[in-house]
């Protein structure tokens, strides 16, 4: 569905949200070094004529876009746009012509996202942007006057 009253987003039919996770990889054997933090980089895509946000890993070393498995995920009807939270562990897509925010868990090992349960969530009058907090404790969603 299209976007018709976000003026921001004419002409773009998607938009990206992009995330850097941090995996601990266990040490091996006997060894005494700490584990090592690997950092595996995530694009997310909300298809906003359609019900889709698609995934991606991202090759660190030449930038290209593999898609996960599983991808595209369904969000809810016309998905305006995706916030990873800044743990990585989570994405919030917002939903402009269903009034709703889609909640995802995001896989730190595959990028793959699972709905949260009792996603989506009802939000006021068509919610055209969402973004975390620095704490990760708080979304805050942008609609239309």
Same mark, same amino acid.
């Given at each position: 569905?299209?976007?018709?009253?976000?003026?921001?987003?004419?002409?773009? #039919?998607?938009?990206?949200?992009?995330?850097?996770?941090?995996?601990?990889?266990?040490?091996?054997?006997?060894?005494?070094?700490?584990?090592?933090?690997?950092?595996?980089?995530? #694009?997310?895509?909300?298809?906003?004529?359609?019900?889709?946000?698609? #995934?991606?890993?991202?090759?660190?070393?030449?930038?290209?876009?593999?898609?996960?498995?599983?991808?595209?995920?369904?969000?809810?009807?016309?998905?305006?746009?995706?916030?990873?939270?800044?743990?990585?562990?989570?994405?919030?897509?917002?939903?402009?012509?269903?009034?709703?925010?889609?909640?995802?868990?995001?896989?730190?090992?595959?990028?793959?996202?699972?709905?949260?349960?009792?996603?989506?969530?009802?939000?006021?009058?068509?919610?055209?942007?969402?973004?975390?907090?620095?704490?990760?404790?708080?979304?805050?969603?942008?609609?239309?006057?």
């Amino acid at each position: 569905m299209k976007c018709p009253k976000c003026p921001a987003q004419r002409g773009r #039919a998607w938009t990206i949200a992009l995330a850097a996770i941090a995996v601990t990889a266990a040490a091996c054997g006997g060894d005494s070094n700490p584990p090592a933090k690997v950092y595996r980089y995530y #694009a997310y895509v909300a298809h906003r004529f359609s019900i889709y946000v698609s #995934a991606y890993t991202i090759d660190s070393a030449t930038g290209v876009l593999t898609a996960v498995a599983g991808s595209p995920f369904a969000a809810d009807v016309g998905p305006c746009s995706v916030a990873v939270d800044t743990s990585g562990k989570f994405a919030l897509v917002t939903n402009y012509p269903s009034n709703s925010v889609s909640a995802f868990k995001i896989d730190p090992g595959t990028g793959a996202l699972a709905a949260v349960a009792g996603s989506p969530f009802a939000t006021e009058s068509g919610p055209t942007r969402v973004v975390v907090d620095p704490s990760g404790r708080f979304a805050y969603l942008t609609h239309p006057v």
